[in-house]
């Protein structure tokens, strides 16, 4: 079971850092990635990396303002947000699945088999 944390309402240029953790679990050797969902819109890639390393695909619109991260000693996953924008807006969720994925399918929806419930982040004045 992963437990996203850390949405809320943040002003146009502010910050939040999502938080997704697995009690019980350990992410060893497992892929993990960071999706959104905006209303009326499907869901996507934001971000992803494999727990041992390696390279960490984003998407373009999220690149150079998000970074995706982990605590081996927590064993919890991060998605540091900056100079967030009305369009971030959207719930994000925390995905994973065991074993390393290729970086072109890293940001796919159905390369994932465990899902969070979701953290809704609000960018708004």
């Known amino acids: 079971q992963l437990q996203a944390s850390g949405g809320g309402l943040v002003q146009p240029g502010g910050s939040l850092r999502l938080s997704c953790a697995a009690p019980g679990r350990t992410f060893s050797n497992y892929q993990l990635g960071w999706f959104r969902q905006a209303p009326g819109k499907e869901r996507e890639g934001v971000a992803a990396?494999?727990?041992?390393?390696?390279?960490?695909p984003y998407a373009n619109s999220v690149k150079g303002r998000f970074t995706i991260s982990r605590d081996y000693v927590k064993n919890t996953l991060y998605l540091q947000m900056n100079s967030l924008k009305p369009e971030d807006t959207a719930v994000y969720y925390c995905?994973?699945?065991?074993?390393?994925?290729?970086?072109?399918?890293?940001?796919?929806?159905?390369?994932?088999?465990?899902w969070g419930q979701g953290t809704q982040v609000t960018v708004s004045s």
């Open positions: 990396m494999f727990w041992g390393g390696g390279t960490t």
């Open positions: 995905a994973a699945r065991p074993g390393r994925i290729i970086t072109g399918a890293a940001l796919r929806v159905s390369s994932y088999d465990y």
